[in-house]
């Protein structure tokens, strides 16, 4: 029995217009069709993500792709909220953001981040610590995973 959707989706937390056209334009760009969900802030994602607050729940989503610097509640108060809570503990999350703080990048590996991307957006290439990782291929490679259960 399994526990994820049984189609593959992306929920982008995401406040910032421009980036969120960035991603879009980077998926269709790597031919990937999946359900894209948007949040504009942390707090509107926790209503998607458990129905809440008016929201409709959305299914579980294969991937979460994070901003940081969100108003109400930002990328690091959700990821925490997120691993403490059963349902989602086990989600895949990418954090996306401006910042290149030692201390976001400290804070986002204690909480057990898939991935950590520099804006401007550009899924070929994120690094941790230097080292240069096809981000975009462990990203395909999430949902493919989630296709196939």
Do not use: C
């Amino acid at each position: 029995m399994s526990t994820f959707a049984a189609e593959p989706s992306i929920l982008l937390v995401e406040d910032d217009q421009m980036d969120i056209m960035n991603v879009q334009r980077e998926l269709r760009k790597h031919a990937v069709d999946v359900p894209l969900h948007i949040a504009r802030n942390g707090r509107e994602a926790l209503n998607q993500l458990r129905g809440e607050n008016g929201q409709e729940k959305i299914s579980k989503p294969s991937v979460v792709m994070l901003d940081i610097n969100m108003p109400k509640l930002n990328g690091l108060e959700l990821l925490d909220i997120l691993r403490s809570d059963p349902e989602f503990v086990g989600l895949n999350v990418f954090i996306m953001t401006t910042s290149d703080l030692e201390t976001d990048r400290l804070k986002a590996r204690d909480l057990a981040v898939s991935g950590y991307i520099i804006k401007p957006l550009n899924f070929d290439k994120f690094g941790e610590g230097g080292s240069t990782v096809d981000g975009f291929s462990l990203f395909l490679d999430l949902l493919q995973l989630k296709e196939r259960r």
